[in-house]
């Protein structure tokens, strides 16, 4: 998918004959598959700056809001992308191509075929995501009193004891 986008931008291209157009488009549509990702951490982020601030202005007042407070989550976000960026280039070019064909020679398709789908990108984004929901759980937690991740595990947490209970009256059932 990436390599037919790419070819398709530099046929558009070439009659311009501008090769740091040329480059700068390139890049650009290597990238495009990590924009919903970028959105998604990027949203997280901010989304985990206003609860903070809020939090701030609720145990400090309006002294305690200072205007260096958005440069962390800057810095946060820049870096998100960058370990996002050095994933999927790391994903695409080595582990998409060489490293599949290695899986393939010694090992056998099967496992080729699974971690052929399973992208660094899409682990990288979980990662951070749990780590922002953490941070937005505890900052939360500060600011209303009350921690929402252990209120929706205690919503959902029927489900693992019914879980439970059907896999202890199986084993009963069986002796």
């Not at 399973?118 to 900052?139: F, W, Y």
Request: glycine share 2%; charged share 20%; aromatic share 16%.
């Amino acid at each position: 998918m990436v390599k037919k986008h790419m070819a398709y931008i530099l046929k558009l291209l070439i009659p311009f004959k501008s090769w740091l157009f040329t480059i700068i488009a390139s890049f650009i549509s290597f990238l495009l598959p990590l924009q919903p990702l970028m959105i998604v951490v990027s949203l997280l982020a901010l989304l985990d700056y206003f609860i903070k601030l809020y939090c701030i202005y609720k145990l400090e007042g309006k002294a305690g809001i200072k205007s260096n407070r958005m440069q962390d989550t800057m810095y946060k976000i820049v870096l998100y992308a960058f370990f996002l960026f050095v994933l999927y280039t790391v994903d695409v070019l080595f582990i998409k191509t060489a490293f599949l064909d290695l899986i393939r020679l010694f090992v056998d398709d099967h496992t080729a075929l699974f971690v052929g789908k399973a992208q660094l990108v899409i682990i990288g984004t979980v990662m951070i995501m749990i780590r922002e929901v953490k941070s937005i759980d505890e900052n939360w937690c500060t600011a209303f009193g009350v921690s929402f991740l252990n209120v929706i595990y205690d919503k959902f947490l029927w489900l693992f004891k019914l879980k439970k209970d059907d896999i202890k009256s199986a084993e009963d059932k069986s002796n």
